[in-house]
């Protein structure tokens, strides 16, 4: 046998890893770099705080968000705040991926191709709204990975024809959605699902399969009555009843608050030329090669052409008419912006098949340019999608609690407070004598369901039938009034006043004592020293912000007790902290009017 020929056997290559999963690993990594090391500003403490006890959030309730949270806060690593934050740097980072596939999968199979998917996706990374949602407690990052996934699996379906398994998989995700920020999701989802089954052959049938796994998954939305109904710590709207499940679902106390801004012939004027503009701030130059991305994808794959086109549309429209007051706190966009983003990287692809040096040409300029922007990869100190270093929502729920006598009531009028001092109460166990109550929630029936559910002591008295916050308020004030401890939060201007009148017996903030205008110079040092880094660190946008406006209302309150050099150190203090935030604007302003500076005033006004 020593002659006869054996086969040849050819050099093992070795496994190659997938492009996607590379992008995720880089994207992940840039996110864990810059993700927050504690508790974030605005919604993060009441989302954290629904995750952690199983409970309800605010509308639209966001039930599978819950769940995964609730497993994330488990992992045995670093603070419960940080263990969400990673599942949205997970998410980021999927997302990332996902574009890659999506860009990859529209050009032929090549070195060219794959480069090109590579860069968009992690281009990505410098869309600021995005890092932000990528490294803190929210669920808009999560939910944008899954819209991603839908597209991916339903324009897959659509491209392949024989196997409808991914569109399947599509139905069953864009139920989900549900779960999550459905209300921006969910048409761009389901447009995705529709072209996916129309491109596909026996489409009637096929589109049902997936219609019916939709409605099984939205199924995920049975939590919030079930959950309700056992009266967990964060019980928001307490949708156990049908009505109210409804309402929640449909966010009926949102449009109800914020009706006056929402879309309408008089004002849709003005939210879609901004909607417009924060598309152009989250993906900039990508925004001008989209279009034709759009034209040659329509061209070679309907389905994920319309699909994308839709999506920017949808969301962009969401924005406008429907929340925009998301936009003063960065959560609208970012589905449009990664439709734009796709658009963009399948036009380079397909560029560089046709001439290989202008697209790769293109493509690098695109990078540089979107590299030099303020924000590169959100990581510049000071950025907005740079987190790393912010501290101050934690400290303040410290500061908040820590300096409450025993027994005390905590009326808040912001987010910030009301959010962080739930968050430390639900997962630390954190003052449970203390009862924190939303001024502008204190006429709502569910609301007060709750205070005379958790307050053992009997504080606050039923208010069944009170329409006004301030009659409802001064009936608490007037009962607890030197029995208790009232903590008063300034920034709701309706009720402020009330903190000003000494025989109710509220003091603003958290004084060990009623105070007059040299004690509010103190609060804000002490807040001021609590929120602060240690030296060569910045003070993050959302801290400086916080501290500028505490410090403009509490030099508004010193001016109101007479102290009227006290105030005006204070106004002076807001704007330096906090010089471009919209509200130390409009009371820099007002101070100008009162001094006979109309037009200075203008300009401070304009500002804004």
């Known amino acids: 046998n020593r002659g006869r020929d054996l086969p040849s056997i050819a050099p093992s290559t070795p496994a190659r890893i997938p492009l996607p999963a590379l992008v995720f690993g880089a994207a992940f990594l840039v996110h864990l770099i810059g993700i927050c090391p504690a508790l974030y500003w605005r919604d993060a403490g009441e989302l954290g705080a629904a995750a952690h006890s199983l409970g309800v959030a605010h509308p639209t309730g966001f039930p ?20 969400i934050n990673v599942l949205s740097a997970l998410s980021g980072g999927l997302g990332a991926a996902l574009v890659t596939a999506l860009v990859a999968g529209v050009g032929r199979q090549g070195r060219v191709t794959d480069g090109v998917a590579v860069v968009v996706g992690l281009l990505t990374l410098t869309n600021p709204t995005l890092a932000l949602h990528a490294r803190t407690i929210e669920v808009y990052a999560p939910t944008a990975a899954i819209l991603l996934a839908v597209w991916f699996s339903a324009t897959t379906a659509a491209r392949d024809g024989a196997s409808q398994r991914p569109l399947l998989w599509a139905g069953a995700m864009t139920g989900l959605l549900a779960g999550f920020h459905g209300a921006s999701a969910a048409l761009p989802a389901g447009l995705a699902v529709i072209c996916g089954a129309a491109s596909g052959p026996d489409r009637l049938r096929t589109f049902g399969r997936a219609l019916f796994l939709g409605c099984l998954g939205a199924l995920v939305v049975a939590y919030l009555p079930i959950r309700a109904s056992q009266h ?29 801004e929402m879309g309408g012939a008089g004002r849709t004027a003005i939210t879609l030329p901004w909607a417009l503009r924060q598309l152009w701030d ?11 991305g759009a034209v040659l994808v329509i061209r070679r794959r309907l389905a994920l052409g319309v699909t994308l086109v839709g999506a920017v549309v949808a969301d962009v429209l969401y924005t406008a008419l429907i929340n925009p007051m998301g936009m003063r706190d960065a959560q609208t966009g970012v589905h449009a912006a990664l439709a734009v983003t796709v658009l963009a990287g399948v036009a380079l692809v397909l560029l560089s098949e046709r001439s290989r040096a202008v697209g790769l040409a293109l493509t690098a300029a695109i990078t540089a340019a979107m590299m030099r922007a303020p924000w590169l990869l959100a990581l510049s100190p000071g950025a907005v999608g740079n987190t790393a ?12 609690l820590d300096r409450l006598p025993p027994d005390s009531l905590l009326f808040a009028s912001s987010d910030d407070l009301a959010s962080t001092t739930l968050f430390a109460q639900a997962t630390e166990a954190s003052r449970p004598d203390a009862v924190v109550v939303v001024k502008q929630h204190i006429v709502d029936p569910v609301t007060q369901d709750h205070l005379l559910a958790v307050d053992t002591l009997g504080r606050v008295p039923d208010l ?28 709701d201007g309706q009720t402020d006043r009330l903190a000003s009148d000494p ?10 004592s009623r105070g007059d205008g040299a004690a509010m110079g103190a609060t804000f040092e002490r807040l001021a020293g609590r929120l602060a880094l240690p030296a060569g660190r910045h003070l993050d946008a959302e801290s400086a912000g916080f501290l500028g406006r505490m410090a403009d209302l509490l030099g ?7 102290n009227r050099k006290v105030g005006e150190e204070l106004a002076a203090r807001a704007s330096a902290v906090a010089p471009l935030d919209p509200k ?25």
């Not at 964060?234 to 009706?259: C, E, F, K, M, V």
């Not at 130390?584 to 804004?608: I, M, S, T």
Request: net charge neutral; glycine share 10%.
């Open 584 to 608: 130390v604007l409009v009371n820099a302003g007002g101070d100008l009017l009162d001094r006979g500076d109309p037009e200075q005033a203008a300009v401070v006004f304009e500002r804004a």
């Open 64 to 83: 599978a968000w819950t769940l995964i949270a609730k497993l994330a806060s488990l992992i045995p690593v670093g603070s419960i705040a940080f263990r």
């Open 232 to 260: 967990p710590w964060t019980n928001w709207g307490d949708p156990s009843g049908l009505q109210r499940l409804w309402d929640h679902l449909t966010g009926a106390r949102i449009r109800a608050s914020y009706a006056a």
């Open 503 to 512: 025989s109710l017996g509220a003091t603003p903030l958290t004084l060990p």
């Open 389 to 400: 270093d912010v501290v101050g929502a934690s400290e303040l729920a410290g500061l908040t």
């Open 464 to 491: 069944a039938g009170y329409l006004s916050p301030i009659k409802a308020l001064t009936r608490v004030l007037s009962r607890v009034s030197g029995r208790y401890f009232v903590a008063w939060e300034l920034g």
């Open 556 to 562: 508004a309150q010193a001016k109101e007790l007479g």
């Open 282 to 292: 989250q993906v900039g130059i990508l925004c001008l090669i989209a279009p034709l």
